[in-house]
């Protein structure tokens, strides 16, 4: 019972602290690109494409579709 009611509270958890802004979005870095100091991201869901110059994934969804507020 106890091991229930810890899954539950932790499916909780993950949906209230969850970034919400790229959720549906999953990253791969294109490594191809002769750029050093930029990283290529693609977005396999929405199609998405951004460069970083810190190396690390997008936090928001750049899809074009995408309604924002």
């Given at each position: 019972m106890i091991v229930v009611v810890g899954?539950?509270?932790a499916f909780i958890l993950?949906?209230?602290f969850?970034?919400?802004?790229t959720r549906d979005c999953r990253w791969r870095e294109y490594r191809v690109s002769g750029c050093d100091l930029r990283r290529r991201w693609h977005c396999v869901a929405c199609g998405a494409e951004v460069f970083t110059s810190d190396?690390?994934?997008?936090?928001?969804?750049h899809d074009p579709r995408r309604k924002r507020t």
């Open positions: 899954l539950i509270v993950v949906l209230i969850s970034n919400r802004a190396g690390t994934p997008p936090k928001v969804c």
